[in-house]
């Protein structure tokens, strides 16, 4: 079973970046769908971005594409999502979660495994 540990998140201005991270371990991190969603207040939790088990195909909204980046390194159990430009609406809990499966799914019901998630908030 892995556990998730997310870090990165903090208080920025519209339009600057952040690196959110996400730490895996008790697992092989190389057999899991890895994911981020995030959740603001009064919200439903939402899909943000999705990444294949070997890097090799990323999912994306339309909502931030273009805008973030995600990627992984199997050999350092480590997830990231690269945010660039973000705006004021991007403000959310940013969660990273994990499916045993081989799919990149939108769906939050999907995914067996959660971090705590780590707070973002970009003021205007």
């Known amino acids: 079973q892995v556990q998730l540990v997310e870090s990165g998140g903090g208080l920025v201005q519209a339009g600057d970046s952040l690196t959110l991270s996400c730490s895996a371990s008790?697992?092989?991190?190389?057999?899991?769908?890895m994911a981020w969603f995030r959740q603001a207040p009064w919200k439903e939790r939402e899909f943000v971005s999705g990444?294949?088990?070997?890097?090799?195909?990323?999912s994306h909204p339309d909502s931030v594409k273009d805008r973030f980046t995600l990627s992984r390194d199997n050999a350092e159990n480590t997830l990231y999502l690269q945010t660039n430009s973000l705006k004021t609406e991007d403000t959310a809990v940013y969660y990273c979660?994990?499916?045993?499966?081989?799919?990149?799914?939108?769906?939050?019901?999907?995914?067996?495994?959660w971090g705590q998630g780590t707070l973002v908030t970009v003021s205007s």
């Open positions: 008790g697992g092989i991190f190389g057999a899991y769908v």
């Open positions: 979660a994990a499916r045993d499966d081989y799919n990149i799914m939108e769906d939050v019901s999907a995914y067996s495994y």
């Open positions: 990444i294949s088990r070997a890097g090799s195909r990323t």
